[in-house]
T-cell receptor, first 113, second 111 residues
Framework: DAGITQSPRHKVTETGTPVTLRCHQT?????MYWYRQDPGHGLRLIHY???????DKGEVSDGYSVSRSKTEDFLLTLESATSSQTSVYFC????????????FGPGTRLLVL | RKEVEQDPGPFNVPEGATVAFNCTYS??????FFWYRQDCRKEPKLLMS???SGNEDGRFTAQLNRASQYISLLIRDSKLSDSATYLC????????????FGSGTRLQVQP
């Protein structure tokens, strides 16, 4: 299995609070991604990174920001959590230019009350 | 309209059965195609890539029909361990590196 960890694995928070999720990899892969998974929607891309300090928005980026100051870490921040951001968040990495094979972390279950 | 559409199932089949899943995609510019498997409360994992000529990996066969924008996965001799959700995934030929996922088809293989 690819060396990807996510922390925390579970979190309960209140509406309006900021939340930061961390993805850490030991594979030295260039590309990193944050997805959310909700019933009936499949996985949807939030943000992705193609290198240190290089990030871009995905299809559902509103209300989220990211940072990548080191190759191994990709942080996802919910600036002011809302109940609609209750979801399972997956980080993924890849090392091919086309991103074909993506390896996923174990996921973070977030509940916003 | 969703970019990648799958029948959500569930497909309930007995052990040893052959089962087929279908998937359609809307963007004709899609370049790469995959099937991922996701076990309950786990992360998705790559099952196999899908090539234009069709490809096989043991009991699993994947087919692509670009003209109809249609992808299929055939599982022969189903095992209990095949029970999972199967995600159809496409990648477009754009600068963005990410994948587009279908919502998944759930398979339950019964003894």
């Amino acid at each position: 299995d690819a060396g990807i960890t996510q922390s925390p694995r579970h979190k309960v928070t209140e509406t309006g609070t900021p939340v930061t999720l961390r993805c850490h990899q030991t594979e030295n892969h260039r590309y990193m991604y944050w997805y959310r998974q909700d019933p009936g929607h499949g996985l949807r891309l939030i943000h992705y990174s193609y290198g240190v300090k290089d990030t871009d928005k995905g299809e559902v980026s509103d209300g989220y920001s990211v940072s990548r100051s080191k190759t191994e870490d990709f942080l996802l921040t919910l600036e002011s959590a809302t109940s609609s951001q209750t979801s399972v968040y997956f980080c993924a990495i890849s090392d091919l230019a086309g991103g074909e094979t993506q390896y996923f972390g174990p996921g973070t279950r977030l509940l916003v009350l | 309209r969703k970019e990648v559409e799958q029948d959500p199932g569930p497909f309930n089949v007995p052990e040893g059965a052959t089962v087929a899943f279908n998937c359609t995609y809307s963007n004709s510019a899609s370049q790469s195609f995959f099937w991922y498997r996701q076990d309950c409360r786990k992360e998705p994992k790559l099952l196999m890539s899908v090539y234009s000529s069709g490809n096989e990996d043991g009991r699993f066969t994947a087919q692509l029909n670009r003209a109809s924008q249609y992808i299929s996965l055939l599982i022969r001799d189903s095992k209990l361990s095949d029970s999972a959700t199967y995600l159809c995934v496409v990648k477009e030929d754009t600068g963005r590196r990410a994948l587009t996922f279908g919502s998944g088809t759930r398979l339950q293989v019964q003894p």
